[in-house]
């Protein structure tokens, strides 16, 4: 019994972080209905921990509970993109300058690589490995701004970032657009230019959003997921 009480935690991790996976690639598309029964077949999982895992998609908005049906796979709204990008607008410029010559230089340099190697718009792995390394190097400046609390909100604001890049760059490949964008940041990290790095940072994510904004409204392919103007 011991055994099996210290199991379902492990299994609702695993559960947890592949479902999350599927929803912020897309793979679940915004707007669609899952249920338990559908994803302890998918991931050959006991309902116990599946159930456990939607709880805790619930909780960080990536799903909703439908009485007597499942669940939806929360849609993306403009407001949603609007909202995502506003709140990038309010954390991560000072989150920049608080990091500025204090971050791991070596890492950076590492992620932004994966960044510049670029994918493509075809491969979905190849999508999905320049996105977590993107998402990475600026989860690592807010871990070198040394505040645990904003490190969790960022993280969690660019998985729904993520998921709203995985919809807009398997439009068209965009990874020139975005891949000069952090060496310039990581030079003025590097250097402790605080106010550099913070308004580098601001023009990025205003750059980053008009383009997802642009490749959305622009794409057939992507409006044919569950976008709408309200909220």
Do not use: W
Request: charged share 25%.
């Amino acid at each position: 019994m011991a055994a099996t009480v210290k199991t379902i935690p492990l299994l609702s991790e695993r559960a947890y972080e592949r479902v999350k996976h599927d929803i912020i690639c897309c793979l679940f598309a915004p707007g669609s209905e899952i249920s338990e029964a559908q994803l302890c077949a998918q991931y050959k999982l006991g309902k116990a921990p599946v159930r456990m895992a939607l709880s805790r998609l619930a909780h960080d908005g990536l799903v909703r509970a439908i009485p007597r049906r499942g669940y939806m796979v929360t849609p993306v709204t403009l407001k949603d993109i609007q909202d995502v990008f506003e709140l990038r607008l309010l954390l991560e410029p000072p989150a920049a300058r608080l990091a500025a010559g204090r971050v791991d230089a070596k890492r950076l340099r590492l992620l932004d690589e994966i960044c510049r190697a670029g994918y493509q718009s075809d491969e979905p792995k190849s999508i999905a490995r320049f996105l977590e390394a993107n998402k990475e190097f600026h989860v690592a400046i807010a871990q070198a701004a040394g505040n645990a609390r904003l490190v969790h909100s960022i993280d969690q604001l660019l998985d729904e970032m993520t998921r709203l890049l995985h919809l807009g760059l398997g439009a068209r490949n965009r990874s020139q657009e975005m891949q000069h964008e952090h060496r310039i940041l990581l030079r003025a990290l590097v250097r402790g230019d605080g106010a550099t790095a913070e308004q580098i940072c601001r023009e990025q994510i205003e750059a980053a959003r008009d383009m997802v904004l642009k490749a959305i409204m622009n794409s057939s392919a992507v409006m044919n997921f569950a976008i709408t103007a309200g909220a």
